[in-house]
């Protein structure tokens, strides 16, 4: 697998996110044009899932490994 550079790496759920957005986007301008459309709106929308998912794993990845920097709050609940 590639080693990207850390900002590369902290953009690309970004990335995934606006190229999804671009293509519901052209979906929609699209409408008339029936399978296509179709077709790029469930990428546009898979596009955003990852880029969500992604963003998600690494909040939760980033918690739980600051829990294990104070072991101590391992048992307690998180504080927001």
């Not at 590639?2 to 970004?14: A, D, H, I, K, N």
């Not at 490994?65 to 072991?71: E, I, K, L, N, V």
Request: charged share 20%; with cysteine.
């Amino acid at each position: 697998m590639p080693q990207f550079s850390r900002p590369v790496y902290e953009g690309l759920p970004w990335f995934y996110i606006i190229c999804g957005l671009l293509a519901l986007a052209l979906s929609y301008a699209l409408a008339l044009h029936g399978g296509l459309s179709l077709v790029i709106g469930i990428l546009g929308l898979l596009a955003v899932l990852a880029g969500v998912v992604v963003l998600l794993r690494r909040r939760d990845y980033r918690a739980l490994r600051a829990q294990y920097g104070d072991p101590d709050a391992l048992g307690r609940p998180e504080e927001r």
